[in-house]
């Protein structure tokens, strides 16, 4: 009787517990993402200087190499990313870069393509000039008040335009659902057609991809994980917009969506963001997330944490309108009242005044802020995606042995390894490296040497398919000695033939 009694007791808890409104006790709730060993491991190897190198190579601070070409990428601006203008090239950066990293064209690395403008009518909102200097918001209301003679469109005179897409297959029960990790790739000022930095919009969020993409190839993931390159952003969301639409299937299918959109402007320093988490249970999961992974990695954010009055002017909010759970990521835009335990901002405000301006450059932007943010983002999705391990285990272990005339390499092969890639470099193990060989055994003898030479080494085990690899393995390095016995003619003069060829 007295058992039966506790036990009642404990079911009215559990019941009482369950049916608390998560939105209520976010701040409070329990951890929707716990620690995770590989994962701590991970943000500890993500840099300020990699993050610092893509937002100058997509703000147009650094010149790049786009197919061997020194450019600068002085616009992102949509209506100039698609029509080979020289000093607009960021999507063809893009993809280059993606490629390097060992993303398959057409297979992890893919496009879509969408039309632009979606709407049939040509428009004022359509019309508008960036030299206009309207906000989004202001667009809006400008429409409403002052459209007249709307035209139409002929589908002929539309444009094309893409979002890139990364796809890290998931190894998991849950492999064919989705965590998406979105940023918009483009960009707009008071002069986008020639110059639109916007390092913080969205360089900020730009870069935070490109180190999940760098990084996330390590690990195995339960999920499948898809970072999505949205353009069209500046116009209304036209970039997500036509994702969701043209992707119907895959809506129910997504776990969560964490938005990153612009931030790292910190003027006061206080490491204070803004997390829009909006009102639906399954956006408040992924906020939730986002916190625990601040905490739990000691990150060093505070943050406004807003459900209701959340921002919609980013492409977090196509998902919302399609149900799916999503968060964005920003500055900390507005001020929100410090008596709100929700907010943790202080009640202060930190808007960037550069904001869609051409002086939206890395300089006013703080790093740590930048940097830590970053870092919750990669983190909150690696989460999210239920993390299973390294890809094989662990890293190769190499092993350099001399011989008369090469140099043998051997490791022990890695469970689920595909290929492994050979690199050499001859400086230091730290020096620039190039990929000699591509094998599928656990051995590579290199013939190519001139003796007397240092030579060092490195591997890497890859799984083609999914992306999923290695890292590198232990530098090893090798000096074949020249041969001992008496020289002879012909082997003094065949290496200067084979050199002189
Ligand atoms: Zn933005």
Known sequence: MKKTRLVLVLVLFVLLFSFVPIEVTAQNSAQVCGPDGDISTMLAQITQTSVEKWLRDFS??????????????????????????????????????LLKLGYVEDVTLTDHSYNYPKSNVLTEEILIQPDDELSYLETEQSISSQLSMPQAISPDDKAVWKNKIVTIPGHGPNADKFVLMTAHLDSTSNAANTLAPGAEDNGSGVSALMEAAYWLRFYKFD????????????????????????????????????????????????????L??????????????????????????????????AIWASDHASFWNAGVGAIEILENMDAHPASNPAYGCGGRKDENPHYHRITDTIDKMYMPATFATVKAGVGTVASLANP????????????????????????????????????????????????????????????????????????????????????????????????????????????????GQ
């Open 388 to 499: 299973m391990g390294k890809c094989f285990g662990g890293d190769p272990v190499l092993k350099a042995t001399t011989q008369e005339e090469s140099v043998l390499l051997t490791w022990q092969a890695l469970a689920g390894a595909e290929t492994y890639n050979v690199y050499r470099g001859t400086a230091t193990c730290q020096g620039a490296m190039t990929q000699i060989a591509q094998v599928t055994t656990n051995s590579f003898e290199d013939t190519n040497i001139q003796f007397d030479r240092n030579y060092f080494y490195k591997i890497e085990a890859v799984d083609n398919e999914t992306v999923c690899r290695s890292q590198l393995s232990n530098c090893a390095i090798a000096k074949v000695p020249t041969p001992q016995e008496p020289v002879e003619m012909f082997d003094l003069f065949l290496p200067l033939v084979i050199a």
């Open 223 to 274: 999920y499948t994980i898809k970072l999505i390159f949205f353009t069209g952003e500046e116009q209304r969301l036209e970039g997500s917009a036509a994702y969701v639409a043209n992707h119907p299937e895959e809506m129910g299918k997504i776990l969560g969506v964490v938005n990153l959109d612009m931030f790292g402007y910190d003027n006061d320093q206080d490491m204070c963001i803004e």
């Open 276 to 309: 829009h988490v909006g009102e639906m249970a399954s956006s408040n999961i992924v906020g939730t997330c986002f916190t625990d992974v601040n905490n739990n990695y000691n990150l060093g954010l505070s943050h406004d944490y807003i459900t209701t009055g």
């Open 60 to 97: 147009g601070e650094n010149s790049v190499l786009i197919n061997g070409v020194p450019r600068t990428i002085k616009t992102r601006y949509s209506h100039q990313l698609f029509v080979n203008n020289p000093n607009a090239m960021a999507y063809d950066y893009l993809h280059q870069e």
